[in-house]
């Protein structure tokens, strides 16, 4: 059974998308900002994370650069979660290491396989 991490600071957004996994068969834990998303990666060393990319505190892309200098979470598969739908966003998440990228709103179709890609 595979851990995913989903962080995003609309609360209906974080409970929609974490029902879509947990229906699918994933263990969800969840984040509101990528400063609390830090903390639990520690705590609860998930398989995968699904990140928005807009988010007070720290966003997605600075919470990346956090856990690529890190040797223990720097292997851990992140897929974004966006609305930010230009090129160039994509360019610099992949630049940064993101392994996939879904564009809001999405499905919970495009959801489900942006992550088993990502983890395969």
């Keep these: 059974m595979s851990k995913i991490l989903v962080v995003d600071d609309v ?13 699918a068969g994933y263990t ?21 994370i699904l990140t928005d990319w807009m988010m007070p505190n720290m966003g997605g892309l600075d919470l990346c650069r ?12 992140v897929v974004a979660c966006t609305a930010k739908n230009r090129d160039v966003d994509k ?12 564009v809001k709103p999405c499905s919970k179709e495009d959801i489900i396989s942006a992550l088993q890609a990502a983890m395969a």
């Design 11 to 23: 609360k209906a957004e974080l409970d929609l998308i974490s029902q879509y996994l947990i229906k």
């Design 28 to 48: 969800v834990v969840t984040a509101n900002d990528g400063k609390e998303a830090l903390e639990k990666v520690i705590n609860n060393k998930p398989d995968a």
């Design 66 to 77: 956090q856990l690529k200098k890190k040797p223990e979470t720097a292997d851990i598969p």
């Design 91 to 102: 360019m610099w998440a992949s630049k940064q290491g993101v392994k996939g990228y879904v």
